[in-house]
DNA sequence: CCCGGTCGTCGAAGCGCTTCGACGACCGCT
DNA sequence: AGCGGTCGTCGAAGCGCTTCGACGACCGGG
């Protein structure tokens, strides 16, 4: 064991250890010390482990903004998360959530960012070279954020798909997909008559993209399978008639479709009220379990997984060279109890 | 208008412009530049408008790493949040963007730590610098991190109050309050005979503390008012059976103080179930507004006042000495339509 | 009119790290 | 034995900013 310098110096005088003291203590220089950390060129295994040694020994850590200087990299991302009212929150939490994991498993910390700031944030932390790069959560088809980004040359993920895509990296859950999906569960089972419950009629056509994109793929499976298959958007407060109206028009019906995480109990409320619950009725839900509604079958929104991906797609752009496209996350149908074949 | 250099010099080759780019471009030092933006030293007017012409006119923005390299100050605070399943998503949210919003006000930005890291977290971002301080979210009575924070010699803020407070900043709302406030509004509308529905058994003396001081809140203030007041644990499952029970051996009960979120709707279903609806029987809720229960007299939580403060006292401590000490917030009673003199 | 003080500005010295080029030492060839 | 080629390490030069001390210029008071 070699230890030259005498503790007295090894501590600096406010606390914080520097690589020099590092270095003193192992015996060598700081740059191979810098270079035990960064494995950017090979070093000996006797010399890497007494740095290790003595940077556990000392508690050493690299200040980050000397390292971000020198480097050129901050190891810090940004993540954009929406403030809008009709995002689900704890979707939106999870999914932060798994951005932070994911991020720290790739050795970088989360710089939060609120859609108040808008593109004047992203300006900011892309010019002050404080990001390497940066997720954006919940981008909708015509986003004012997308022409920064580009204009920005901040490498960037996108968690949504934007109307061009083009140059752009996102990612999002192949809502298409989870349409047909829903659709060909309730197939299988033999349900011939299915109705297809979405989001307020305002929505479709708006913003977000992904509202269409599922009734699309609804609509495509329905046709596909010859099926007997209706859409009908629906809010909160009008759950209650919509269910007395298929009651009542549509006796044949035994598939329901609910594309909406609001208006979910009370319609499944008015279902039971005319005596008809699940599995004797068949439903399938799109999205997060909702609260208090027990075990449906139901198309999970992989948060988790999706944060994961827009992370590790980041980091691919941040290391090479920018190799644009959209990934979709082929949806997973959960099992609950609220399906079976149809009556009859 | 004086423009020395010619614009074939204002932009580095890489796009990223420069202090000194802009000291050239406005005809002065760096330095000058650098006190313009930072305010320490006192900069004649026309010097002052002329650089800052200048760095609007490149669009300038300071590298992050460097100032915080030369002036041992990040500009960026971490935030802690927690991940635990029962604390309310939503309302976690709110305090994390009043937070970041707040510590734009104050010109930080706002790092995202998860209760995942832990110690651990909060040493390697004290460690490299990377915060100049943090807030610390949903801390429990006794806290694992509480120690660390007080070694560390981090600014930091606590959003709740530990077992020991010594030495430690914290900011909370002021639950012993709330209970209070709670019992005086219904005793001034001329309630004698009320009941505390609180959070399920298990809660208690466990270990947020909140629930605890809520509840002395509420038997000192029904003892000073002298009130008939019982407490009764509850969770979701045994709300239906807690509200029978109430109706049946307390026939004079004419007021409810409900503190769980979780347990609300089916104690207010329960209830009208015996033909008890608000404002017939007078229920005040704390805590945030649930979902689909409409327009309840409550006791907010107010998050973005506790996370502004939070900010607000996390600066001070950042630029001043240290001034630890407990603040609680009032708590404000919202007027629903669900509290009214008791009939008779 | 001279002198001490303030004001506004500048130059230079770091902050703590990474990285580039250089350079011995040692290897296996001819 | 001599030679090119790795391999492992070092020294020095920045990265872009802040900050300290210095220093003219200008002010008002004796």
């Not at 890497?48 to 940077?55: A, E, G, M």
């Amino acid at each position: 064991m070699r230890n030259i310098s005498s503790n007295r110096f090894d501590d600096g005088r406010d606390g914080t250890v520097r690589i020099s003291d590092v270095a003193r203590h192992a015996g060598v220089s700081p740059s191979t010390v810098s270079y035990v950390l960064s494995g950017k060129r090979s070093i000996s295994e006797t010399t890497r482990r007494r740095v290790l040694d003595s940077i556990d020994a000392l508690g050493y850590r690299p200040h980050a903004g000397a390292r971000s200087l020198a480097s050129r990299r901050s190891n810090v991302l940004a993540l954009v998360v929406p403030l809008r009212e009709d995002v689900h929150v704890p979707v939106a939490m999870r999914f932060a959530v798994s951005v932070v994991t994911a991020a720290r498993d790739h050795d970088h910390d989360v710089l939060l960012l609120t859609q108040g700031e808008g593109p004047a944030g992203l300006r900011r932390v892309a010019g002050s070279a404080l990001v390497d790069g940066v997720v954006v959560m919940d981008v909708e088809t015509d986003d004012a954020r997308v022409p920064v980004l580009r204009s920005l040359g901040l490498p960037s993920v996108l968690i949504g798909v934007p109307a061009d895509t083009g140059g752009l990296t996102c990612v999002d859950l192949d809502f298409a997909a989870a349409g047909s999906a829903c659709v060909d569960h309730l197939a299988d089972l033999g349900h011939r008559d299915i109705a297809f419950v979405g989001q307020p009629a305002s929505v479709y056509g708006r913003r977000t993209g992904f509202a269409e994109r599922t009734l699309a793929g609804f609509e495509s499976a329905a046709r596909r399978r010859g099926l007997r298959a209706t859409f009908h958007p629906c809010d909160p407060a009008g759950a209650g008639g919509l269910a007395s109206a298929l009651v009542r028009d549509r006796p044949g019906l035994t598939g329901l479709i609910v594309h909406n995480e609001a208006s979910l109990a009370p319609l499944l409320d008015a279902f039971a009220g005319h005596g008809r619950v699940p599995p004797e009725i068949s439903v399938v839900a799109l999205g997060p379990p909702p609260p208090g509604v027990p075990e449906l079958t139901r198309v999970e929104l992989p948060a988790e997984e999706l944060g994961a991906r827009a992370v590790s797609l980041l980091m691919d752009r941040i290391e090479g060279p920018e190799r644009p496209g959209v990934t979709l996350l082929e949806p997973r149908i959960v099992p609950g109890g609220s399906t079976a074949p149809p009556a009859g």
